[in-house]
T-cell receptor, first 116, second 109 residues
Framework: DGGITQSPKYLFRKEGQNVTLSCEQN?????MYWYRQDPGQGLRLIYY???????QKGDIAEGYSVSREKKESFPLTVTSAQKNPTAFYLC???????????????FGPGTRLTVL | QKEVEQNSGPLSVPEGAIASLNCTYS??????FFWYRQYSGKSPELIMS????GDKEDGRFTAQLNKASQYVSLLIRDSQPSDSATYLC?????????FGAGTRLTVKP
């Protein structure tokens, strides 16, 4: 089965704690993305990666970090510096970023993070 | 700031009717346009992509693009209760994908 998996589905974080959200894809996509979704708002880009060992900040990167050591994996760490991390986190991937169909993004099932 | 605007709704239509969802965008040079469906508590699912002016049909869905007016729409024919969801418009240009906040659609049996 080809697709994007995210884990865990639900995550609870205590104040001052770092947590890492997992995202794995077996679609052989080059590009991967992390978005945050808050109620009543559109998706906001946190980080994206077009190729292994390279990633770029999105609009709201402060308090987050990523790595891209393998093509299949793009984990997101929510650090204690992120003051309002409660949200729905979505990972997506696309074939690449050049050409029309290449920028169609497909989403994983999401991780819902709650700060206690 | 590049904006993608959608009417938040809720939009309510009876079963069997045509649902019309609209989206405007501010970046005049946008290249690609997408519609995603998102059920409550779930992740977005890509349902339509459109790249050129005009209409693109796929089953009960038709996407319409007018770049001169910076306007993209989604028509759902023969609406079913299972179409009840939030529909997100997304606009892509040069490594930058922007999403609208979504329109919530309710199809009443």
């Amino acid at each position: 089965d080809g697709g994007i998996t995210q884990s865990p589905k639900y995550l609870f974080r205590k104040e001052g704690q770092n947590v890492t959200l997992s995202c794995e894809q077996n679609l052989n996509h080059d590009a991967m993305y992390w978005y945050r979704q808050d109620p009543g708002q559109g998706l906001r880009l946190i980080y994206y990666s077009q190729i292994v060992n390279d990633f770029q900040k999105g609009d709201i990167a402060e308090g987050y970090s990523v790595s891209r050591e393998k093509k299949e994996s793009f984990p997101l760490t929510v650090t204690s510096a992120q003051k309002n991390p409660t949200a729905f986190y979505l990972c997506a991937s696309s074939l690449g970023t050049s050409g029309r169909a290449y920028n169609e993004q497909f989403f994983g099932p999401g991780t819902r993070l709650t700060v206690l | 700031q590049k904006e993608v605007e959608q009417n938040s709704g809720p939009l309510s239509v009876p079963e069997g009717a045509i649902a019309s969802l609209n989206c405007t965008y501010s970046d005049r040079v946008s290249q690609s346009f997408f519609w995603y469906r998102q059920y409550s508590g779930k992740s977005p699912e890509l349902i339509m992509s459109i790249y050129s002016n005009g209409d693109k049909e796929d089953g009960r869905f038709t996407a319409q693009l007018n770049k001169a007016s910076q306007y993209v729409s989604l028509l759902i024919r023969d609406s079913q209760p299972s179409d009840s969801a939030t529909y997100l418009c997304a606009v892509y240009n040069n490594n930058d994908m922007r999403f609208g906040a979504g329109t919530r659609l309710t199809v009443k049996p």
